[in-house]
């Protein structure tokens, strides 16, 4: 991969609110270059969308998240693939992921109490055919997400030494 490239991604990783001028005079080019490579590489399917990162727990919101991994009977000639594509077309999943290990897929989804995502795992998850066993986890508290910490780090944290 080209360099400007690289370094046009490492940027938006971090940062999806680019500013154009701004990243040009640090990758020492122009905003021209700058917008027409990502335009390509969204084309590509490279950059493939832009997130906001939100709090919803300072924003008041009561929303559950929950991380399901998945035991599966892979399908002959598609392998996961099919019912995995199956699963990311239900709203309430946020992410599909195939995995190693002892399960097959980790599936990450969002509802409005825990016994919407429980409804969702016994009807709509566990019935699948190829699912052979679920197990559910529910995220309690987020601590970094994305690369960004969900807390405000204190400046004068120092590590402990011990004698």
Known sequence: MEETRKQILLYLEKNSRVNLEELAILLGTDEVTIANEIAQMEKEKIICGYHTLIDWDKAGAEL???????????????????????????????????????YDLLVSIEGKTLQEVSRFVSGKLAPIEEVVSTMTYFILKKYKDHGTLMFKKNKEERMLVTP
């Open 64 to 102: 559950v998240n929950a991380l399901i991994e998945v035991r599966v009977t892979p399908m002959r000639e598609k392998g996961f693939d099919k019912t995995a594509e199956r699963i990311c077309n239900y709203p309430e999943v946020t992410a599909v992921y195939l995995i190693s290990g002892g």
